[in-house]
């Protein structure tokens, strides 16, 4: 397994759309342990692979205490969202250390693959929806801070650029 470079906003590799999966293979499932690694060491929550400058539709998310419960979806797609909507705080592995609020559905309904290639559907609400419909937002190459006001982006924009000019991220 090996730790991943992640991309930081205002990184322009993060509006890339990904791509479907075309076959759940080994290469798929080395991307997955090697994501999942990414991400626990970070340590975040949740992963998307174009946040790791790899543009296929895969997703990892573990909300477990333990980090021993990790879901991978593989080609996700919300096939169904609730009306309600709901207010969360959200960060993003991709935008250290800034945090804000965000609208979305209370609800989702996914389909995807898993490792072996199957199908299968999860409903979700909570966290677990939200952390869903997030990483989904990054392979449609959309980032949280979009979801913000204009001044709130480049003031973050601006912010990330030179912490990463000072080695800081």
């Not at 946040?51 to 996700?76: A, G, K, M, T």
């Not at 909570?126 to 979801?147: N, S, T």
Request: with cysteine.
């Amino acid at each position: 397994m090996a730790l991943l470079p992640i991309l930081h906003y205002p990184d322009p590799r993060l509006h890339t759309v990904a791509k479907p999966v075309a076959q759940v293979n080994d290469d798929i499932r080395q991307l997955v342990k090697d994501m999942a690694e990414t991400m626990y060491d970070a340590p975040g929550i949740g992963l998307a692979a174009t946040q790791v400058n790899v543009h296929q539709q895969v997703i990892v998310i573990d909300l477990s205490d333990e980090r021993d419960q990790l879901q991978v979806f593989i080609n996700p797609e919300i096939i169904w969202s609730s009306e309600e909507k709901k207010v969360w705080q959200e960060g993003c592995l991709s935008v250290p250390d800034f945090y804000d609020e965000v609208l979305r559905p209370s609800e989702v309904k996914v389909r995807a693959l898993n490792l072996e290639g199957k199908q299968f559907e999860l409903h979700a609400d909570g966290l677990m929806a939200v952390c869903i419909q997030h990483e989904m937002d990054h392979l449609k190459g959309k980032v949280f801070v979009e979801y913000l006001s204009s001044l709130k982006r480049m003031r973050i924009a601006s912010k990330l650029k030179k912490k990463s000019k000072a080695g800081v991220i």
